[in-house]
């Protein structure tokens, strides 16, 4: 399982109240400035921090977690991030010591959280959007913003999938066979590099045996036979491991 962006946010959001300070304070416990509190949050949910970027050496910055944006392919715009909870935004490029870079978590809704300044501390506000120049979500971590919307559509193709998991169970498919059935079948196979897109799709054909006999052996099945698909096949084709 990916880690996930929330783990981090949560963090961050358990720090407000909490002093600003630089140097040697910035990562925490007592204390944090705006990248060393982004970065120590970061760590706390397991995210992996490239070289440069570090709570036990106490390195990174605005510029470093750009730099890291960049290098991974993981900017967008400020417009973008700021509809994503746990997007970080970003301000300095090119500097981020002082009062010209800064770095804070999108709560998704138009506010933000992190250490602002000496008089406000950790603390969560408005987003003012034309302040940051980037915004950046990290590759292979999990964004539930960034998950597909569950739609009618897609729960009636769940439905219909488990229907024909329902009835091949009951009825196997067999070599030869054409019907709706066995272009599911086929399109799982093709779903997973067993069988080629050219191969007829409503046709139980010698390809989708071929496939079928492959898929047995990954999946580990007793029965390998090729000729026939249903029993443990269908439940290990619809719930890989």
């Not at 046709?203 to 079928?212: E, N």
């Amino acid at each position: 399982m990916p880690q996930d962006i929330e783990d981090a946010v949560v963090f961050a959001l358990a720090q407000k109240g909490k002093p600003y300070r630089t140097n040697s304070e910035r990562f925490g416990d007592a204390a944090f400035d705006c990248s060393g509190l982004v970065i120590r949050s970061l760590a706390e949910a397991g995210i992996p921090l490239p070289n440069g970027i570090s709570v036990e050496k106490k390195w990174g910055n605005s510029v470093s977690l750009w730099r890291w944006a960049k290098d991974v392919g993981g900017l967008v715009t400020v417009e973008r991030a700021v509809r994503i909870r746990g997007a970080i935004l970003i301000r300095g490029r090119w500097y981020g010591n002082g009062p010209l870079g800064d770095v804070k978590f999108s709560l998704g809704d138009g506010r933000q959280t992190g250490a602002g300044s000496r008089r406000t501390g950790v603390a969560t506000t408005d987003v003012r959007q034309g302040f940051f120049h980037d915004g950046f979500i990290i590759p292979g971590v999990h964004y539930a913003a960034l998950e597909p919307p569950v739609t009618p559509e897609m729960l009636e193709a769940i439905k219909r999938l488990v229907d024909w998991g329902v009835r091949v169970t009951a009825t196997p498919l067999r070599q030869d066979e054409v019907n709706r059935d066995v272009t599911i079948l086929n399109l799982l196979l093709i779903e997973r590099g067993l069988l080629a897109t050219s191969a007829p799709m409503n046709l139980y054909s010698k390809q989708t045996r071929d496939a079928v006999v492959h898929f047995k052996k990954l999946a580990k099945l007793s029965n390998r036979v090729g000729k026939v698909f249903g029993g443990e096949a269908v439940a290990a084709i619809l719930h890989p491991r």
